[in-house]
């Protein structure tokens, strides 16, 4: 967890919110699936098994959501680099 602590760490000197997003991952269950566009908030915690928790919106909907299953919509933006490059850690760890 240590790990995923300096992750966090990491993103939340890069990262500027709120941002548009995509869930990038087909889900097993849950309101949220590929496809869909979400406004990712703030970092929210780290948990050991889902990794960084973000604070996200779909509409007037707010969820709490693995960053892991998202892309930064915005290719050009500051953030898009730093959470590609989290996403491809945390699914090779």
Same mark, same amino acid.
């Given at each position: 967890?240590?790990?995923?602590?300096?992750?966090?760490?990491?993103?939340?000197?890069?990262? #500027?919110?709120?941002?548009?997003?995509?869930? #990038? $991952?087909?889900? $097993? #269950?849950?309101?949220?699936?590929?496809?869909?566009?979400?406004?990712?908030?703030?970092?929210?915690?780290?948990?050991?098994? *889902?990794?960084?928790?973000?604070?996200?919106?779909?509409?007037?909907?707010?969820?709490?959501?693995?960053? *892991?299953?998202? $892309?930064?919509?915005?290719?050009?933006?500051?953030?898009?680099?730093?959470?590609?490059?989290? *996403?491809?850690?945390?699914?090779?760890?």
């Amino acid at each position: 967890i240590a790990v995923l602590e300096a992750w966090e760490q990491y993103l939340m000197v890069k990262l #500027s919110f709120p941002f548009d997003a995509e869930v #990038s $991952e087909h889900q $097993e #269950s849950g309101d949220l699936q590929a496809g869909d566009k979400v406004s990712v908030q703030h970092l929210r915690m780290v948990d050991e098994r *889902c990794g960084i928790i973000v604070a996200l919106r779909q509409g007037r909907e707010t969820y709490q959501f693995p960053l *892991c299953y998202l $892309e930064v919509l915005n290719k050009k933006s500051t953030n898009y680099q730093p959470v590609q490059d989290y *996403c491809v850690w945390f699914a090779n760890r």
